[in-house]
């Protein structure tokens, strides 16, 4: 198992940026693909962004593409989410995941709650 605790969420006005975090502990991190989710009041979790142990692939969803950026640092056992030019929208509790197989990236999007999950981090724009 892989333990997960995201950080850097906040308020932000509409059109700002803010840097999620994820760090990661227990097994190694660099064996895990990871992604990031959303969950927004009243709505269900969607994904947000994936990518993959080396860091050399990545895929977002439509609402997010070209706005957002996600990264990782396997030296600091850390995955990050870089988001720009937010949206009312983009509101939402973020988490970010790891598949209960370590290494599969193309699971990343259909993730359950028997895989592994930060406590997530609230993310409110305002207009």
């Known amino acids: 198992q892989v333990q997960l605790v995201e950080s850097g969420g906040g308020l932000v006005q509409a059109g700002g940026s803010l840097r999620l975090s994820c760090a990661a502990s227990?097994?190694?991190?660099?064996?895990?693909?990871m992604g990031w989710f959303r969950q927004a009041p009243g709505k269900e979790r969607e994904f947000v962004a994936r990518?993959?142990?080396?860091?050399?692939?990545?895929d977002y969803s439509d609402s997010v593409k070209g706005r957002f950026t996600i990264s990782r640092d396997n030296a600091k056992n850390t995955v990050y989410l870089q988001m720009n030019s937010l949206q009312l929208e983009d509101t939402a509790v973020y988490y970010c995941?790891?598949?209960?197989?370590?290494?599969?990236?193309?699971?990343?999007?259909?993730?359950?709650?028997?895989?592994?999950w930060g406590q997530g981090t609230q993310v409110t724009v305002s207009s």
């Open positions: 227990g097994r190694t991190f660099t064996i895990y693909a």
């Open positions: 990518i993959n142990r080396s860091g050399s692939s990545t």
């Open positions: 995941a790891a598949p209960q197989v370590p290494w599969s990236y193309t699971s990343i999007p259909y993730l359950k709650n028997t895989d592994n």
